[in-house]
């Protein structure tokens, strides 16, 4: 088991930044990539950004490409998401995810984001 918490969201008005964190626990040896979704109202979860622990590549949905920066720590276990430039449209509910080599998908709680226009 892997457990992940996200925290750092909140309410922006467009053009402004935030930055969300998730911390991993657990059974954190067995993780191979960890990523950030979102999911809107009304909407299904999507992809927003990606990270293979092992060579440290980088993925990212054509929405987050040149304002968002996916980062992470292997030996804290840590995930980030920075988020500029932001857009009404990026308002979502976001989640942490972890995939392990065990055979799992973890998904933390998730932290809102609130962009105003």
């Known amino acids: 088991q892997v457990q992940l918490v996200e925290s750092g969201g909140g309410s922006v008005q467009a053009g402004g930044s935030l930055r969300l964190s998730c911390a991993a626990s657990?059974?954190?040896?067995?993780?191979?990539?960890m990523g950030w979704y979102r999911q809107a109202p009304g909407k299904e979860r999507e992809f927003v950004a990606g990270?293979?622990?092992?060579?440290?590549?980088?993925t990212y949905a054509d929405s987050a490409k040149g304002r968002f920066t996916i980062s992470g720590d292997n030996a804290k276990k840590t995930l980030t998401l920075q988020m500029n430039s932001l857009k009404p449209e990026d308002t979502a509910l976001y989640y942490c995810k972890a995939s392990s080599f065990l055979g799992g998908d973890y998904w933390g709680q998730g932290t809102q984001v609130t962009v105003s226009s």
């Open positions: 657990g059974r954190t040896f067995s993780v191979l990539s």
């Open positions: 990270i293979a622990w092992r060579g440290g590549s980088t």
